[in-house]
């Protein structure tokens, strides 16, 4: 089993910047690679970004590139996203994810990853 804690979220000004973490407890960190998602009221669950296990190769979706960074710690047990230049289209609960199958993870495959977390909510504002 892995659980996964995000923290992070909260109320930002457009334009702003939040960093979310999320942590990781439970079977070896580095077996998985690590992505979020997000969803925002009335949308379905979209891929956001995502890092790989072992060479941190990194993937984006369109809207968020050159805005979003992410990044993991292995030896924390952790992966980030670092959000700058936020927009009120980012407003979303943010999930993390962790799957041992890159194609489950940049595909969104949703109802097929291994292990999601409970969500932070993002809020961006005028």
């Known amino acids: 089993q892995v659980q996964l804690v995000e923290s992070g979220g909260g109320l930002v000004q457009d334009g702003g910047s939040l960093r979310l973490s999320c942590a990781a407890s439970g079977r070896i960190f580095s077996s998985y690679h690590m992505g979020w998602f997000r969803q925002a009221p009335g949308k379905e669950r979209e891929f956001v970004a995502a890092?790989?296990?072992?060479?941190?190769?990194?993937l984006y979706t369109d809207s968020v590139k050159g805005r979003f960074t992410i990044s993991r710690d292995n030896a924390k047990n952790t992966v980030y996203l670092q959000m700058n230049s936020l927009k009120l289209e980012d407003t979303a609960v943010y999930y993390c994810a962790a799957d041992r199958t890159w194609s489950t993870m940049v595909r969104g495959r949703t109802n097929a990853m291994d292990y999601w977390g409970k969500g932070t909510l993002v809020t961006v504002s005028s």
């Open positions: 890092i790989t296990r072992s060479d941190g190769s990194t």
